[in-house]
């Protein structure tokens, strides 16, 4: 069965950096997008970055564009991000996704196939 493993999540000041690894289990990571969406108490589950199925382009939520980095090694059956320059409102859960949506839906967090367990990540003075 599928399953998705994520891991390296802590507590860290405002500045530093985290690096989240996701382990994909029990599917053809050559066929989904993988990536990252993470939801903070109260709020919406929101899209941070995804690798997408064709080529492994990289798409960025603007508030995280620049600081953040999504890559992938299909071999290893592996989805990294790499988190730099952390701020407060970076505090959430994060979830490591496999989506099998088309382009234009893959920021859309309802169309996700597979989520993992999330790690939580605390941004703090």
């Known amino acids: 069965q599928v399953h998705l493993a994520e891991s390296g999540g802590g507590s860290v000041q405002p500045g530093g950096s985290l690096r989240l690894s996701c382990e994909v289990s029990?599917?053809?990571?050559?066929?989904?997008?993988l990536g990252w969406f993470r939801q903070a108490p109260g709020k919406d589950r929101e899209f941070v970055g995804i690798?997408?199925?064709?080529?492994?382009?990289?798409y960025y939520a603007e508030s995280v564009k620049g600081r953040f980095t999504v890559s992938r090694v299909n071999a290893k059956k592996m989805v990294y991000l790499q988190m730099n320059n952390l701020k407060p409102e970076d505090t959430a859960v994060y979830y490591c996704?496999?989506?099998?949506?088309?382009?234009?839906?893959?920021?859309?967090?309802?169309?996700?196939?597979?989520w993992g367990q999330g790690t939580q990540v605390t941004v703090s003075s």
């Open positions: 996704a496999a989506s099998a949506a088309a382009l234009s839906a893959i920021r859309r967090a309802d169309m996700v196939r597979y």
């Open positions: 029990g599917l053809p990571v050559g066929n989904y997008h």
């Open positions: 690798s997408s199925r064709p080529g492994a382009n990289t």
